[in-house]
T-cell receptor
Framework: GAGVSQSPRYKVAKRGQDVALRCDPISGHVSLFWYQQALGQGPEFLTY????????KSGLPSDRFFAERPEGSVSTLKIQRTQQEDSAVYLC????????????FGPGTRLTVT | GENVEQHPSTLSVQEGDSAVIKCTYS??????FPWYKQELGKRPQLIID?????GEKKDQRIAVTLNKTAKHFSLHITETQPEDSAVYFC??????????????FGRGTSLIVHP
């Protein structure tokens, strides 16, 4: 079946612009995660949803970052007033909710802020 | 919060040799330890995982060991092949609200297998 998909795959934004990154999880996966991966680093947790509920957003670096999953499937990560330090790959992952540890990652969106 | 250290950052081996990557974690409540492989420009993919009630797990050429007392776990790859070349990430996690696991990742090990 289809895996996790993300769009766009690449995004170039001028500093100060707003961006929206989309994630389509695997059908039926209840949990959805967003990560930020800087060059040469491991993924860093941003936020987590179970269905439409955002259960943990402790990793969001500032109030410029906002995520939503209004119908419990597709999710959008929005970054307002982008800054150069926001440049990174943004990964989305989905998993079954209860007890399952495996997360299935999307291909990521590479954001470059100029 | 959890802190995961991973070593080495780069590992270069000859085809057929074994490779070992080591990780330590800080939160004794962590109970699920996945390992991900990420090829250049591609998404991370789970290759093996271990839960805290098990000390060792093996899947063909890869194995993972866990020492809960010392809070460290290791990935072992035997008979390495050029296609094993990638960045490997360890992670430590514990159950979060809702039943899922939120992993803390190490910084990654770039494994290079020379033919």
């Amino acid at each position: 079946g289809a895996g996790v998909s993300q769009s766009p795959r690449y995004k170039v934004a001028k500093r100060g612009q707003d961006v929206a990154l989309r994630c389509d999880p695997i059908s039926g996966h209840v949990s959805l995660f967003w990560y930020q991966q800087a060059l040469g680093q491991g993924p860093e947790f941003l936020t987590y949803f179970q269905n439409e509920a955002q259960l943990d957003k402790s990793g969001l670096p500032s109030d410029r970052f906002f995520a939503e999953r209004p119908e419990g499937s597709v999710s959008t990560l929005k970054i307002q007033r982008t800054q150069q330090e926001d440049s990174a790959v943004y990964l989305c992952a989905s998993s079954l909710a209860s007890g399952g540890g495996e997360q299935y990652f999307g291909p990521g969106t590479r954001l470059t802020v100029t | 919060g959890e802190n995961v250290e991973q070593h080495p950052s780069t590992l270069s081996v000859q085809e057929g040799d074994s490779a070992v990557i080591k990780c330590t974690y800080s939160d004794s409540a962590s109970n699920y330890f996945p390992w991900y492989k990420q090829e250049l420009g591609k998404r991370p993919q789970l290759i093996i995982d271990i839960r805290s009630n098990v000390g060792e797990k093996k899947d063909q050429r890869i194995a993972v060991t866990l020492n809960k007392t010392a809070k460290h776990f290791s990935l072992h790859i035997t008979e390495t092949q050029p296609e094993d070349s990638a960045v490997y990430f360890c992670a430590a996690s514990k159950g979060a609200s809702g039943g899922s696991y939120i992993p803390t990742f190490g910084r990654g090990t770039s494994l290079i297998v020379h033919p």
